[in-house]
């Protein structure tokens, strides 16, 4: 017996047992792993809290249970719902009396599972366990549980569910219970005999459902954690990468690039259009007697606007520039009039190697140093003045000048009064840099005096720092 002083009350040991594992089911069942170990301080944790507290041992199983963020909610809803009136499954010999089989009638059912169990065929030991769905059924949805967890999310849920069932071996729960069917007659008659095999398979039937809701909580709980995954993904800082996050960090910014060339094809579309004109349209109705029979609408004068991308390749920024030259690449595909350069020490022009070669073998030629030697350290100022020499006859007020870059001069000369130059020449000047704001003054980041310069500053530490200066840019350049 247990003594507990917070209730002041004797609990049964064994009952409360009883009570925590069928809450142990109604977790893994959600698909919340519990170990056995878990298991045994749930136990430690009410006898040390008691239940006067639900509160205090609501949050205390959660802090035993929850491996991961996206399992406490599960945790705290199977909690609730488990305290909050849900009826307690009960073994099946209680079941099968509550739904009115005499006390005689359950002892001899109870001697038919454990005959056919003791028989030693897979059968019978799958009808045991399925109609029992007690802590065998548990483990045998466990196992089941860790297959479905390996073939992942993409998986159609019917084949999921197939998969599982036949784990807990449904079919030979089935076919054992179909057996049972001659010595149920001989030992209740025909008519009482359709009525139990009627009890039992209705237990099949729960037992299919408990596999359905195993299914669905276990994919679930699954796309939750990559969601959940992929989110802290797209705010960790490109630099922090391991190569592993680096390949599903590169889809997403994969789609960024290719929301920007979408929203541009939406743009381009609706400006051919023109946009609707409601005082031309009615100046135009006058010659149909004042109904406005065609709407006119104002087309915008093509400006041809020009873009201009400078992307740092240097050791300094690789891990970022690998990523933003997905980005350089569509746009350069996306808006018509983009020119597109990479430097380090030195400048070159990688337009025509972006529009002829895939994404990856362009990245393989510009990290190989096709374009421009890449051994060597950044100089910002030789670049910024080689830029303003070779190019700055074509920068006009329709072009847009886009540098990505960390702003780390290796202590030379970083060419801060060039950028006026170049920022008096062009319609706007746009520095992207792939360092948190916190940086952006400290060791030879020059990124302090190079603000104050540009139309616009914008930090692209993460996918989600990316998408925000692709809408940002994108409305600079319609502008």
């Known amino acids: 017996m247990l003594v507990n002083s917070n209730v002041n009350v004797v609990l049964d040991r064994r009952a409360l047992v009883r009570v925590f594992d069928e809450l142990l089911w109604s977790l893994r069942r959600a698909g919340v792993s519990v170990a056995t170990s878990q298991s045994l301080d749930w136990l430690r944790a009410v006898d040390a809290i ?21 399992q406490v909610p599960i945790v705290e809803r199977v909690f609730d719902r488990f305290f909050t009136g849900e009826r307690l499954r009960g073994d099946l010999f209680e079941r099968l009396g509550a739904r009115g089989l005499t006390a005689g009638e359950v002892d001899v059912v109870r001697g038919l599972l454990a005959e056919v169990a003791r028989a030693g065929t897979d059968e019978g ?3 045991s366990a399925v109609v029992g769905r007690g802590a065998a059924f548990d483990r045998l949805l466990g196992l089941a549980g860790a297959r479905i967890d390996a073939f992942g999310t993409r998986v159609a849920r019917g084949w999921l569910v197939e998969q599982a069932r036949a784990s807990v071996g449904m079919r030979r729960a089935k076919d054992g219970l179909a057996s049972l069917r001659g010595l149920l007659a001989d030992a209740f008659g025909d008519a ?3 009525e139990v095999l009627a009890l039992l398979d209705a237990e099949i039937q729960a037992a299919e459902a408990d596999v359905k809701g195993m299914v669905d909580a276990r994919r679930s709980a699954r796309a939750e954690r990559e969601r959940a995954r992929e989110q802290r993904l797209t705010t960790r800082a490109f630099a922090t990468l391991t190569p592993e996050e680096r390949v599903k960090v590169r889809r997403a910014v994969k789609l960024v690039a290719e929301k920007m060339a979408g929203a541009e094809r939406v743009r381009s579309r609706r400006a051919a259009q023109g946009r609707f004109d409601a005082r031309l349209t009615l100046r135009a109705a006058w010659r149909t007697s004042g109904v406005p029979v065609q709407a006119v609408r104002r087309r915008r004068r093509p400006g041809k606007p020009k873009l201009f991308l400078l992307c740092d390749v240097s050791d300094s920024v690789r891990g ?7 980005v350089v690449q569509t746009a350069q595909n996306a808006f018509s009039g983009t020119r597109s350069f990479v430097f380090v020490r030195d400048l070159g022009e990688a337009t025509d190697l972006l529009a002829r070669e895939p994404p990856d073998r362009s990245r393989e030629l510009i990290a190989g140093g096709s374009v421009v030697p890449v051994t060597e350290n950044s100089s910002y100022g030789r670049v910024l003045r080689l830029f303003l020499e070779r190019y700055g006859r074509v920068v006009d007020k329709r072009t847009t000048v886009v540098i990505l870059g960390d702003g780390r001069t290796n202590w030379v000369d970083d060419g801060a009064p060039t950028l006026d130059a170049i920022r008096a020449r062009a319609k706007a000047l746009v520095w992207l840099c792939p360092e948190p704001r916190s940086e952006w003054s400290i060791g030879d980041s020059a990124m302090g005096r190079f603000a104050p310069k540009c139309t616009e500053v914008l930090e692209v530490s993460s996918v989600e720092a990316l998408e925000v200066a692709a809408r940002r ?5 319609a502008r």
């Open 50 to 70: 008691g239940l006067a507290e639900p509160g205090d041992l609501r949050a205390a199983l959660v802090a035993l249970t929850a491996t991961e963020r996206s």
């Open 125 to 127: 030991a799958a009808v």
């Open 192 to 194: 009482r005999a359709v």
């Open 320 to 326: 970022a520039s690998e990523l933003l030259l997905e």
């Open 473 to 477: 840019l994108r409305r600079l350049r």
